[in-house]
């Protein structure tokens, strides 16, 4: 039974995450639009995406193949970076409000709504795993990539469509507001996320299950 729960709601992940991104790329109506692959949310959700499709597909076909429910995982390691990148679209979007032409619904699904099942799934799902002290330090990396790749597109001069600026987030843009500023403001996002990233690691994937079970036992006994 937990098994198709744990499968269940994981396909549903996959599926606000496809849709969040397919409607943000104007692929829902037909006019994909590649300018939005250059947003850290895209980059990010997209990495989300082809994780949970492979763990429902290899967890469809091996229930098929083993005539019975499987539920296969990656890493907890993975899902855990996987989970810190989803909550920085939230957390950017809270603490660093930006100006933005995108549809709020798709903003809720994919800054808001995609984090909290993510977090959802780290604490139920994702299996019981030790790990290591500094594996916290390697999920922001992605994060920190990300930022040195607008700052290398922006000495090329490419801005942003109807635009002077060539930075796709006013709070890192280097020519408003000075390197300074803009090295504070990744400071400070790196700052959280590492601090975020390690409650994630102290309070443990599965959490919510180990609690549950310890219950279920002492329940017993006392029965």
Not at 67 to 82: E, M, P, Q, T
Not at 151 to 156: G, I, P, Q
Not at 160 to 185: E, I, K, M, Q
Request: aromatic content about 18%; some cysteine.
């Amino acid at each position: 039974m937990r098994e198709i729960i744990k499968n269940t709601f994981r396909f549903f992940i996959l599926i606000i995450c496809g849709v969040g991104l397919s409607w943000q790329l104007g692929m829902l109506s037909g006019d994909f639009d590649s300018f939005q692959l250059i947003f850290y949310t895209i980059q990010s959700d997209f990495l989300i995406f082809l994780t949970y499709l492979f763990l429902v597909l290899t967890s469809f076909f091996q229930s098929l193949y083993q005539r019975k429910f499987i539920s296969k995982d990656v890493s907890a390691n993975l899902l855990g970076k996987l989970t810190l990148l989803a909550v920085l679209s939230s957390v950017a979007d809270n603490f660093f409000t930006t100006p933005s032409t995108v549809d709020p619904r798709v903003i809720f699904l994919l800054h808001h709504f995609l984090p909290l099942l993510m977090l959802l799934d780290w604490f139920i799902f994702v299996p019981r795993a030790d790990i290591k002290q500094t594996k916290p330090l390697t999920w922001i990396v992605f994060p920190l990539l990300y930022w040195l790749f607008i700052v290398v597109r922006a000495t090329f001069y490419l801005p942003l469509r109807n635009s002077f600026s060539c930075y796709p987030y006013s709070y890192l843009d280097a020519d408003l507001l000075g390197w300074p500023t803009v090295f504070v403001h990744m400071f400070a996002l790196l700052l959280l996320l590492l601090i975020i990233g390690y409650a994630l690691k102290k309070i443990g994937s599965g959490c919510y299950l180990q609690v549950l079970n310890c219950w279920l036992k002492n329940n017993k006994k006392i029965v």
